[in-house]
Structure formats: C-alpha cells, structure tokens
C-alpha cells in the first residue's frame, strides 16, 4: 500500500497570501488529522476531519481551515499568511476514529517570506 | 491533557540496547502510552503503543510501570538508523472518537558507531 502523500513538499509564500496544502491517505483510511511543527512550538495538533466533518480542533486561529472530500483526500488551507506561519506541515491518516495507529506522509515546509 | 516528561536527550552506542523513559504521572484510566519517533527531515512514525501490560513488537518493546505512572521504551539493539527524535504521548481513546495527539518535546536519540 502507498503511504500517505503530501503536495506540495515545499512552498515559498508572501505575507498576506493564502496557500492550500493536500494530503491522500491510505487507501481505505477514513480520518485525517493535520498537525504544524515549528522549532519552537514542536509539534501541534491543527485539526482532524473523518466522513468529510471535522470533528477535533486545536488552538489555532481561523485563518486555518480544512476540508476532506469523500475520497477521504484532505486539503488544508491557511489565509492571510504570517511570517509565523513557516512551518512543516504534516498530515496523518488513520484508519477510523479510534484507531490506535496514525500514519503520517512527509509533510510540506511551507515558507512565508 | 494528561502531559508526559521525557528527558531532551540520550546517547547510545551501536548494538546497544537503549532504555528510554517517560513520565506521566497523571494519566487517567483511559489513556493509552503510545511512542512515535521522527527521524530527521521525515514525518513521525508510530513505534509501539499500551495500555496497562508490557508490549513487544519488531521494532521495540515497551514496559509500563504497575501504577501506570511512568514507562520505559527499550530499543533492544540500537542501530544508527534509529537516532531520531522520540515522543512518548498519552492518548484517549473514547466513545469511538479519535484521540489528538499532544506531542511534547520528546527526547533525542544520538546513537553512537
């Protein structure tokens, strides 16, 4: 099975633009869930969505948005970008809710200049 | 959330095997201990979860105290591709919905040829 995939890998934005990341999970895999990782924050928890709802939300401001379409393919959306916003964005996919397991793709490095 | 304490970092030899520690003290009845490790320029990757008896799988073993208060990831022969990033993260599984994953500093391997 391929594991998840992510486009873009790499994105170089300005301030005040939007950018759109994807995420595919696995084949057969119903929950996604998006996460932003900075040197000085680590690893935060954005979103998951699972049946094209979205059904957990982290701190973030509005300005993060997200969706899953029903093939379980998910796309992330940030408007208005900060500088504080350049981060490596990484999407997981689990099987269902309540799965023990989450598989995470590569992530995007997304940089806001 | 209930949080973990990890130490920020730990040095190994090669074929040696590693002793990883977590502490968390206020877990609750209902939280699984579950490790990821994140090797450089890579997204986490699940490495073995439990809940209250010690588990073994290929990759590692994970020993959990009687009052569940702390474990003990071991990596039975460490290799260089095993120098990583290492989270110990406790996560709820409840009524069928999706726990988040709280990731918190996690402890850096460096595993020495």
């Known amino acids: 099975k391929a594991g998840v995939t992510q486009t873009p890998r790499y994105l170089i934005k300005t301030r005040g633009q939007q950018v759109t990341l994807s995420c595919s999970p696995i084949s057969g895999h119903r929950s996604v869930s998006w996460y932003q990782q900075t040197p000085g924050q680590g690893l935060q928890f954005l979103f998951e969505y699972f049946s094209e709802t979205q059904r957990n939300k982290g701190n973030f401001p509005g300005r993060f948005s997200g969706r899953q379409f029903s093939n379980s393919r998910s796309e992330m959306n940030v408007s208005t970008l900060e500088l504080g916003d350049s981060a490596l964005y990484l999407c997981?996919?689990?099987?269902?809710?309540?799965?023990?397991?989450?598989?995470f793709g590569p992530g995007t490095r997304l940089t806001v200049l | 959330d209930a949080k973990t304490t990890q130490p920020n970092s730990m040095e190994s030899n090669e074929e040696e095997p590693v002793h990883l520690p977590c502490n968390h003290s206020t877990i609750s009845g209902t939280d699984y201990i579950h490790w990821y490790r994140q090797l450089p320029s890579q997204g986490p990757e699940y490495v073995i979860h439990?809940?209250?008896s010690n588990v073994n799988n290929r990759m590692a073993s994970l020993a959990i105290a009687e009052d569940r208060k702390s474990s003990t990831l071991i990596l039975h022969r460490a290799t260089l591709r095993d120098a990583a990033v290492y989270y110990c993260?406790?996560?709820?599984?409840?009524?069928?919905?999706?726990?988040?994953?709280?990731f918190g500093k996690g402890t850096k391997l460096s595993v020495k040829p």
């Open positions: 993260i406790l996560m709820t599984i409840y009524g069928g919905s999706q726990g988040n994953l709280i």
């Open positions: 997981a996919s689990s099987m269902d809710r309540g799965s023990d397991t989450q598989y």
């Open positions: 439990g809940l209250t």
